[in-house]
């Protein structure tokens, strides 16, 4: 991926960025979940209380398409991973409590090494769906539900499923019963760690 193309995500995406001059430590939280298990609605309450910056995926998902970057959707969701990574690796503002507002089911590999190889500390929020049905039916109520994504339901799961065997989460949740008082509570004693 080119400069210019991250230069034009980073254009558009950082002027829709909150908190980034309040002093935090380093520190990310990221999410486990497929579609429509709550991550954004769950990442925004985060940010409010935290004064995090949360950098959501769908965002740049849609600047990638409006500013037509790439020539393919395969090429868009390349550019988009590859953008998550640049942005970490070179991440400008003061504010240092990262809400990685996506899944990171697909590469979890990849971002744990990032995260280590930066010296992050991180939290690894996984919010659980029963099955294909239901998510499906949870992301219908907020958007139309294509064949593509249908179709993408099945890879999600398996992803989802591998990123479960072999990545601890640090809080598990249900998608229907998140008991916001204990994830503040894990997250604070994670905070104060050192």
């Known amino acids: 991926m080119t ?5 034009a995500i980073s254009e558009n995406l950082f002027s ?4 980034v001059n309040i002093l935090h430590s380093p520190f990310i939280i990221a999410f486990s979940g497929v579609p429509g298990c709550g991550k954004t609605s769950l990442a925004k309450i985060l940010e ?15 600047i990638i398409r409006k500013r ?3 020539n393919s959707e395969e090429k868009d969701e390349q550019l988009l991973q590859d953008y998550n990574h640049h942005l970490i690796e070179n991440y400008p503002f003061k504010n240092k409590l990262i809400i990685l507002d996506k899944s990171m089911d697909r590469r979890y590999k990849q971002f744990i090494k990032l995260f280590k190889s930066k010296n992050l500390r991180y939290f690894i929020i996984r919010l659980n769906i029963p099955d294909i ?4 039916k949870l992301l219908g109520k907020r958007e139309k539900i294509t064949n593509q994504v249908k179709n993408s339901m099945e890879r999600w799961f ?3 499923n591998d990123c479960c065997s ?6 598990v949740f249900d998608f229907d019963s998140i008991n916001l008082d204990k994830l503040f509570s ?3 004693k994670e905070l104060k760690k050192r």
């Open 3 to 7: 400069k210019n193309q991250y230069n």
């Open 16 to 19: 829709k960025l909150k908190n």
């Open 48 to 62: 409010e209380k935290y004064k995090a910056v949360r950098i959501n995926n769908d965002f740049i998902r849609e």
């Open 68 to 70: 037509k970057l790439t």
């Open 133 to 136: 049905r239901t998510a499906l």
């Open 158 to 160: 398996r992803e989802y």
């Open 166 to 171: 072999n990545l601890k989460a640090d809080i």
């Open 186 to 188: 894990e997250f604070n």
